[in-house]
């Protein structure tokens, strides 16, 4: 699940955690470059950007639930049922930068 994600930066005395979570119908490579200019900006942060981990049933990129037939009623659904692997991510992320801030 997280190895279509980026990796941008990880010096080896991380203070910081950043994760770029891009829009559906878009991609982690997509905010790379968002990505590198933050690094630069702050060289003690583990930046990542973050590919969600289903390919769309609309156009390119990845999404994390289907905006097919999505509407303001069934959307809190469908971002309950995609929260479980959302916050997955987060902590795969944190252990792996050794950022643990928070338990999930």
Same mark, same amino acid.
């Given at each position: 699940? +997280?190895? %279509?994600?980026?990796?941008? @930066? +990880? /010096?080896? @005395?991380?203070? #910081?955690?950043?994760?770029? !979570? +891009?829009?559906? *119908?878009?991609?982690?490579? %997509?905010? @790379?470059?968002? *990505?590198?200019?933050?690094? #630069?900006a702050q060289p003690q942060a583990t930046v990542?950007?973050? %590919? @969600? /981990?289903? /390919? /769309? #049933?609309? *156009?390119? *990129?990845?999404?994390? !639930?289907?905006?097919v037939g999505v509407t303001e009623e069934n959307r809190p659904q469908r971002i309950a049922q995609a929260m479980p692997m959302f916050l997955e991510t987060i902590s795969h992320w944190q252990h792996k930068s050794g950022i643990v801030t928070c338990p999930l």
């Amino acid at each position: 699940m +997280h190895e %279509d994600s980026i990796l941008i @930066a +990880h /010096p080896e @005395a991380s203070t #910081q955690l950043v994760l770029l !979570f +891009h829009g559906v *119908g878009s991609s982690a490579r %997509d905010l @790379a470059p968002v *990505g590198r200019a933050l690094a #630069q900006a702050q060289p003690q942060a583990t930046v990542v950007s973050v %590919d @969600a /981990p289903h /390919p /769309p #049933q609309l *156009g390119r *990129g990845k999404e994390w !639930f289907s905006v097919v037939g999505v509407t303001e009623e069934n959307r809190p659904q469908r971002i309950a049922q995609a929260m479980p692997m959302f916050l997955e991510t987060i902590s795969h992320w944190q252990h792996k930068s050794g950022i643990v801030t928070c338990p999930l």
